[in-house]
């Protein structure tokens, strides 16, 4: 079992930045990938950035410039910085995680930190 943590949701003005961080703990042979995802209201949860073990990095084209996904795998932690926040940011951001154990592809989610960002 893997337990997500998420943490560094608030308020901000459009322009502004916010940093979210998510660490992993439990039990499991190696994070594959983590990612951040992100729930407007009504919305279907969508990807945001996608990081690999490897450094590899995704990010979705609403947020190319302006996100940056990083990870500490020594820590098990990953972080997204936010950068010039727009209002239609606002919502739920969930942390994943796809992890291997017992030979077998795993994925787990955070409870999500919400990040309102105001015009």
């Known amino acids: 079992q893997v337990q997500l943590v998420e943490s560094g949701g608030g308020l901000v003005q459009a322009g502004g930045s916010l940093s979210l961080s998510c660490a992993a703990s439990?039990?499991?042979?190696?994070?594959?990938?983590m990612a951040w995802y992100h729930q407007a209201r009504g919305n279907q949860r969508e990807v945001v950035a996608e990081?690999?073990?490897?450094?590899?990095?995704l990010y979705a084209g609403s947020v190319k410039g302006r996100f940056t996904i990083s990870i500490d795998n020594a820590k098990n932690m990953v972080f997204l910085q936010m950068n010039n926040l727009k209002p239609e940011d606002t919502g739920v951001y969930f942390c994943n995680a796809e992890v291997s154990n017992t030979g077998l592809m795993w994925s787990y989610w955070g409870q999500g930190t919400q990040v309102t960002v105001s015009s």
């Open positions: 990081i690999y073990s490897s450094g590899s990095t």
């Open positions: 439990g039990t499991f042979a190696r994070i594959n990938k």
